[in-house]
T-cell receptor, first 116, second 113 residues
Framework: GAVVSQHPSRVICKSGTSVKIECRSL??????MFWYRQFPKKSLMLMAT?????????EQGVEKDKFLINHASLTLSTLTVTSAHPEDSSFYIC????????????FGPGTRLTVL | KQEVTQIPAALSVPEGENLVLNCSFT??????LQWFRQDPGKGLTSLLL?????REQTSGRLNASLDKSSGRSTLYIAASQPGDSATYLC????????????FGGGTRLMVKP
């Protein structure tokens, strides 16, 4: 149990376009979802935390208007990279947790975004 | 602000060796510490989770220890195999940070046949 999926696994887009990445909890209800970004050979950096039905909380330095996060249901959160540029190319990973602040985060397989 | 450091950043060993990966954190007020494995271009696989009240956890050839007062954890891998080659990440959940994890930079392990 506790499977998290991401779609798409890979996406290549042109500069200036917007890309939406989906994160789904397949067999549990996720009250909180997290979005991370990972640069090559680097660790994960938390971008934002989203709670179902409320606005996401962004980490310092992350542009809210650039990275739009929606957590409209207990099983789905989306990250939209707006007006993507080559510097947005990265590996994006989401995680989800059940209710309770001490619960485990379950990670998705990640999405590789390449902006040409 | 919690900071997590992993040493070494990269490690190459011959098959069969026992090895130790190190993780240190600056704020000892934690709920738990978790070790993950990440294969190239893939997501994270949870290996071991140690609650703040625990000293160690074991799973197969893996053993993770936690010394909260000194802000350190080690991941011990016994009898390493080429299939163990991956990046190992440690992450800390702080008591003052809700459900947020702070990750270390990772150790890239290569086990040579």
């Amino acid at each position: 149990g506790a499977v998290v999926s991401q779609h798409p696994s890979r996406v290549i887009c042109k500069s200036g376009t917007s890309v939406k990445i989906e994160c789904r909890s397949l067999d549990f209800q996720a009250t909180t979802m997290f979005w991370y970004r990972q640069f090559p050979k680097k660790s994960l950096m938390l971008m934002a935390t989203s709670n179902e039905g409320s606005k996401a909380t962004y980490e310092q330095g992350v542009e809210k208007d650039k990275f739009l996060i929606n957590h409209a249901s207990l099983t789905l959160s989306t990250l939209t990279v707006t007006s993507a540029h080559p510097e947005d190319s990265s590996f994006y990973i989401c995680s989800a947790s059940r209710a309770g602040s001490t619960d485990t985060q379950y990670f998705g397989p990640g999405t590789r975004l390449t902006v040409l | 602000k919690q900071e997590v450091t992993q040493i070494p950043a990269a490690l190459s060993v011959p098959e069969g060796e026992n090895l130790v990966l190190n993780c240190s954190f600056t704020d000892s007020a934690i709920y738990n510490l978790q070790w993950f494995r990440q294969d190239p271009g893939k997501g994270l696989t949870s290996l071991l989770l140690i609650q703040s009240s625990q000293r160690e956890q074991t799973s197969g050839r893996l053993n993770a220890s936690l010394d909260k007062s000194s802000g350190r954890s080690t991941l011990y891998i016994a009898a390493s195999q080429p299939g163990d080659s991956a990046t190992y990440l440690c992450a800390v959940r702080g008591r003052n940070a809700g459900n947020m994890l702070t990750f270390g930079g990772g150790t890239r392990l290569m086990v040579k046949p």
